[in-house]
């Protein structure tokens, strides 16, 4: 196994660089669908993938879930030498998934119209969000499969070649939404199309990795194991949930700014949501770059050494907390550009503020998520599921309720900041009570 290298710093640098920009190409594959069916089809066509999004975060979540609690427990093995069982750990979690992925293709295809419903698709954008939703749940497997590949593929050592796929099904993606957006004109449906393909063909790239002569996880027999799908399960759990959570915000968002503001405003956040996203999954690919790392030198009982790596991975999200709020407090007019044309001046002016206000989030949200992660990896994993609960769930829909009490619809640009403050004091009880019994 390629987890100890030559310093733990340069190892902790070789794992999450490629993770943080792993996360990005994923985030970007939402985004870059949102770029394109802005200019391609209309604003309305944009909110709709938009309300789409939490559709698409409840599969990378699933993905997520599994992967990370399977990562978590096949580097524990690995650091107790327990190669076998490694095999037969990572074959079951493939296996988990492709069922689970066909059982939900099913569900939704046979219940679309409902599903958008529920969703928050509006009497106008109804018809996109059936079409975007329609055209992606086919390739359900795929966008599952590949996440957990990802992750999967880091901890068999080879972060940089996880990197090198994800940036070629990007780039790929790219060449086909313009091809079936703006060249063909297949609209929305377009746009998720490209973003499907671009998802099988970098699973073609995984296989050819875990199935090739270099790959120490392997394909292999195994009997069903519900207890380690019970293991996997509570170890993922915080993590998926932090994806998942993404989608939950902008779902619960989308309900009050289309009551309080207007459907309008809708547009401003999904500008929002995207940047948020970055950032956010930003601050996860520290966690998971870094997980690997402390699950091993966890099964090896090296304390120290796991608590250096969240050192660093606490340093790396403040960097780059305060880059993520420099960059949208002073470049918010042009990140709003590439989303809404130039006659819409009045909703330029008003996206850029709303994104300057949520931006103060990031300053803080860093910190939660990559501790939250440090407790994944050392499998204290109901630590680390409190603190995502409160984080995407608990303190930020009491936030978002008492700002719009208190400030009516302005206060929704806000919630985000308090909700991140108050989970902050939870993450720091929960941590020195760990620190205590250790």
């Known amino acids: 196994m390629k987890l100890e290298g030559t310093s733990i710093k340069q190892d902790f640098l070789k794992f999450i660089i490629p993770s943080v920009i792993a996360q990005w190409v994923f985030t970007l594959y939402t985004m870059i669908d949102g770029v394109f069916v802005a200019r391609g089809v209309s604003e309305i066509a944009l909110t709709a993938v938009n309300i789409s999004f939490p559709f698409v975060a409840a599969l990378f979540s699933i993905s997520l879930l599994f992967a990370v609690g399977t990562s978590t427990v096949v580097a524990i093995l690995l650091g107790e030498g327990k190669q076998k069982r490694v095999n037969e750990v990572f074959t079951q979690n493939i296996t988990v998934l492709v069922v689970v992925s066909l059982a939900i293709t099913t569900v939704v295809l046979l219940n679309l119209e409902g599903f958008a419903k529920f969703l928050g698709a509006t009497q106008g954008s109804l018809p996109y969000v059936k079409e975007y939703i329609g055209s992606l749940v086919p390739f359900a497997v795929a966008f599952i499969l590949s996440y957990s590949f990802e992750i999967l593929i880091k901890t068999d050592g080879y972060p940089q070649k996880a990197t090198a796929i994800v940036v070629v099904g990007a780039v790929m993606n790219c060449i086909l939404d313009y091809l079936f957006v703006i060249v063909f004109w297949w609209g929305v449906s377009g746009a998720a199309v490209a973003t499907g393909i671009s998802q099988v063909f970098v699973i073609v790239l995984y296989l050819w990795h875990f199935l090739g002569p270099k790959a120490t996880l392997r394909f292999t027999k195994f009997r069903l194991d519900l207890k380690l799908i019970g293991r996997e399960f509570r170890n993922g759990l915080s993590s998926g949930v932090t994806e998942m959570s993404a989608g939950i915000i902008v779902f619960f968002f989308n309900l009050a700014i289309t009551r309080y503001i207007g459907e309008d405003a809708l547009v401003s956040y999904t500008i929002v949501s995207y940047i948020n996203s970055i950032v956010v999954m930003s601050m996860t690919g520290i966690a998971q770059g870094s997980q690997p790392l402390i699950s091993y030198y966890h099964g090896k009982k090296e304390t120290a050494t796991c608590r250096k790596l969240l050192r660093y991975g606490l340093i790396s999200a403040a960097v780059f907390s305060l880059a993520s709020v420099a960059i949208c407090v002073f470049g918010a007019k042009g990140i709003v550009s590439l989303f809404v ?98």
């Open 341 to 438: 044309s130039a006659e819409l001046s009045e909703l330029r002016s008003y996206s850029a503020n709303v994104l300057q206000i949520f931006s103060l989030s990031f300053l803080i949200a860093g910190y939660n998520v990559v501790v939250g992660g440090y407790f994944t990896s050392i499998e204290y994993a109901y630590s680390a599921i409190i603190i995502t609960l409160a984080r995407g769930f608990v303190t930020l829909l009491s936030a978002l309720a008492l700002m719009i009490a208190i400030f009516g619809g302005r206060g929704i640009w806000w919630a985000p900041l308090v909700s991140e403050i108050v989970c902050l004091v939870l993450t720091a009880a929960l941590f020195r009570r760990y620190r205590k019994r250790k």
